[in-house]
C-alpha cells in the first residue's frame, strides 16, 4: 500500500489508473470501514481510501480534538484488506488556505435529523467530501465512491451531491455492519465503558421495536409511537435527540395510511457522554 500526504503525490500515485475505487474514512477503522474497502475493491482499478479528521464538520464543543486516531493500526488493517493508496493528507495539504467556498446542501434534506441538532454538519461534511472526490477523481472518465448506511441521511446528501454537479461518479451505500448482539459498529463506540457498551444495543432495538410497531398498521398513531420509543430509552438513562420513522427517498414523514412506502427507522441518542446513530430501513 502506498501512504501519500500531499495533493501532488495523490495524483501521481494515481495517473495510471482511469477508475479509483474510494473509501472516505476520519480513521480509527473497525470492520465496516474494512467492509467497505473490500466492497470497493472490484469495482474500480485501483482501490483508494482516505483518513483526515474534518475540522469543518466538528461544532466547537464537539469532540475534535479528542476523536480517537490509530494511525498504525488504521494502516494494517487497509494494507490486509488490499487497499492500494492511502491517501492522508495533513489539514494544510487539504485546507492550504480557509476553506471559505463551500457546499451549502438544501435545507429540506441537511437541516433534518442530524442536521437540525449538529447544526452545519452537512456542510462540513458536503464540502470535505467534494474536496476529497477531486483530489482523486480529477482527470479520471469515472469512478465508485462507498458510503455506509449507518450515516443514512449523509449517503442522501453525498449522492444527491454527486448527481447535481454530474461528478461522473457512482456513489455506493454498504450495509450497516453489526456486533453480534445488533449495535452498529461505528467509531465512537469506543468511548463506551463495558458497563454503557452493554446498554448500548438498546437503541437498536428500540428501532426495530418502533419500526415493526409502525409496520403493524397502526394508524394515526406514527407520533405517539416515535415519542413512546424515547421515552423508553430516556427511562434506560439515555438522552435522545430523535427516533422516528421517515420515507427513504426523502426522510419526511410518511404520508398517513400509504402501507407501500418504503421507509427507514433513524435515531441519534446519547448515552453517557457518547453519542450514537442508527437506523433500520423497513
Known sequence: MKIVNTLADLRTALA???????????GNLHDGHIALVNQARPLGDVTVASIFVNRLQFAPHE???????????????????????????RETDLYPEPQTYKVHPPAELADILEGHFRPGFFVGVSTVVMKLFMCVFAGKPGGVA????????????????VKQFALPIEIVAGETLRAADGLALSSR???????ERTEAVQLSRALKT??????????????????????TLAERGWKPDYLTVRRRADLLPPHAGDAAEPLVVLGAAKLGSTRLIDNLEI
Do not use: H
Request: with cysteine.
Open 16 to 26: 495510471p489508473f482511469q477508475r479509483p475505487a474510494f473509501v472516505a474514512t476520519m
Open 210 to 231: 418502533l419500526g415493526e410497531a409502525v409496520k403493524s398498521g397502526v394508524a394515526g398513531k406514527r407520533e405517539q409511537l416515535e415519542a413512546g420509543a424515547m421515552q
Open 146 to 161: 462507498m458510503f455506509g448506511k449507518k450515516d443514512y441521511q449523509q449517503q442522501m446528501i453525498i449522492k444527491r451531491m
Open 189 to 195: 463506540n469506543g468511548y463506551l465503558s463495558e458497563q
Open 63 to 89: 469532540d475534535f480534538d479528542t476523536y480517537p486516531r490509530t494511525w498504525e493500526a488504521d494502516c494494517d488493517k487497509l494494507r490486509a484488506a488490499g487497499c492500494d493508496v492511502l491517501f492522508a493528507p
